[in-house]
């Protein structure tokens, strides 16, 4: 029986940090299932007025469908420029919308044979797009009302996630905290993972070149740095903690101004090179500022920080916090605790129960094992034709 699946994503297949999408993606397709990996829709106007004509000439801006992974049975969907509006979730972008859902409809006849399929989609924004007269999944991964770019249009999004949830026949959260009220009875919880086979042997790689100079203990961040990172919390922590030093690997540009010398930036990595870094660090961090958008977070480094056998200490987040009781993570919203909690998981870092209770909960979350509870969240839901 043939299972097709049209997945609507907010992040491009050649991305070079990967996300929940990319793994279920992937990891679908390796089971058999027939999957369309659709990039978000990029603005005609912003390629305009990054490159003028050319630009919006340029074969790495034109729609494509092509095979990714070796695997025949994963398509990936470049969608044609936005047009006229540069995103289809902007409220008035009513005509790029009936465009793209028509499209979609077109190459998924195409390419699963005239067969049904099951679509998938991450934004809320995205209900717009989706075909109502086919079983939809809404996998919900953080609480987008709560997004700052979202900021001028919170009505909208409310309204779209409103009709998402009435619409699915099913939906995916990461943590309880992001089951909306009145749907529990639709929902399941799976937690965000960590692709194990790339993290699990860090301390056996090399040490990079940049990290060496930098004397142990070593504690570790890396990814986005944007409004939520906490800057003041990483400076403070820093002072209290002479001795150590704090590695920052992200983007866009670490402001490092103020902040004192054993905070150490080492730039934009690739998901690849990550695990050399972790391996030689002594904890991760996760300095974020305490909101509401960051309180829902269930963190992808998270898992990588234990899949590289690092304990890890971050500001509160409720998806995570059981973890605290395995002794694996540590919650704090002020630097004087952040400051403890990482002297203490550097005193326990190398004990047994420490290091088993990791590798444990890293093994819990590969996302092989995730991708197999969504598949059977997809079954359960007509995901087949």
């Given at each position: 029986?043939?299972?097709?699946?049209?997945?609507?994503?907010?992040?491009?297949?050649?991305?070079?940090?990967?996300?929940?999408?990319?793994?279920?993606?992937?990891?679908?397709?390796?089971?058999?299932?027939?999957?369309?990996?659709?990039?978000p829709q990029q603005s005609m106007a912003r390629v305009f007025l990054g490159g003028g004509l050319a630009a919006l000439r340029a074969a790495e801006n034109r729609s494509r469908i092509y095979s990714a992974d070796g695997l025949s049975n994963l398509r990936i969907v470049r969608p044609p420029l936005a047009t006229p509006y540069f995103v289809r979730s902007a409220p008035g972008s009513v005509l790029n919308r009936l465009l793209l859902r028509r499209y979609l409809r077109r190459v998924a006849s195409r390419e699963f044979g005239g067969e049904d399929y099951t679509q998938v989609f991450y934004n809320p924004?995205?209900?717009?797009?989706?075909?109502?007269?086919?079983?939809?999944?809404?996998?919900?991964?953080?609480?987008?009302?709560?997004?700052?770019?979202?900021e001028h249009m919170q009505s909208y999004v409310n309204g779209c996630h409103r009709r998402a949830c009435a619409l699915s026949r099913a939906m995916v959260v990461t943590a309880p905290s992001l089951i909306p009220e009145g749907w529990a009875s639709k929902c399941s919880v799976i937690s965000n993972g960590v692709d194990l086979p790339l993290f699990r042997d860090a301390k056996a790689r090399p040490c990079p070149a940049d990290l060496a100079g930098i004397p142990a203990p070593?504690?570790?961040?890396?990814?986005?740095?944007?409004?939520?990172?906490?800057?003041?919390?990483?400076?403070?922590?820093?002072?209290?903690?002479?001795n150590a030093h704090f590695v920052v690997i992200g983007f866009p540009e670490f402001k490092a101004e103020g902040m004192p010398a054993n905070v150490h930036y080492l730039?934009?990595?690739?998901?690849?090179?990550?695990?050399?870094?972790?391996?030689?660090?002594?904890?991760?961090?996760?300095?974020?500022?305490?909101?509401?958008?960051?309180?829902?977070?269930?963190?992808?480094?998270?898992?990588?920080?234990?899949?590289?056998?690092?304990?890890?200490?971050s500001s509160p987040m409720h998806p995570i916090e059981s973890f605290v009781e395995r002794g694996v993570l540590a919650l704090s919203d002020n630097p004087e605790s952040?400051?403890?909690?990482?002297?203490?998981?550097?005193?326990?870092?190398?004990?047994?129960?420490?290091?088993?209770?990791?590798?444990?909960?890293?093994?819990?979350?590969?996302?092989?094992?995730?991708?197999?509870?969504f598949m059977k969240v997809l079954q359960s839901s007509g995901g087949h034709s």
């Open positions: 029986m043939t299972q097709n699946i049209l997945m609507l994503s907010t992040t491009v297949w050649e991305s070079p940090w990967w996300f929940r999408r990319q793994h279920f993606a992937r990891c679908l397709a390796r089971n058999g299932w027939r999957v369309l990996y659709v990039n924004c995205d209900v717009r797009v989706v075909d109502p007269q086919l079983p939809s999944i809404y996998d919900i991964v953080d609480k987008f009302d709560a997004y700052p770019e979202y070593r504690a570790v961040y890396a990814g986005a740095l944007l409004e939520w990172f906490d800057y003041d919390l990483l400076g403070k922590v820093a002072r209290l903690l002479p730039g934009r990595k690739r998901q690849d090179e990550l695990p050399a870094y972790y391996g030689h660090c002594q904890a991760g961090i996760i300095p974020f500022r305490v909101n509401p958008l960051t309180v829902h977070v269930n963190p992808l480094k998270f898992y990588e920080y234990l899949a590289a056998d690092i304990p890890c200490v952040f400051a403890g909690a990482l002297l203490d998981h550097w005193k326990e870092a190398d004990k047994a129960g420490a290091r088993e209770a990791r590798a444990q909960i890293a093994n819990e979350h590969d996302w092989a094992q995730l991708a197999l509870q």
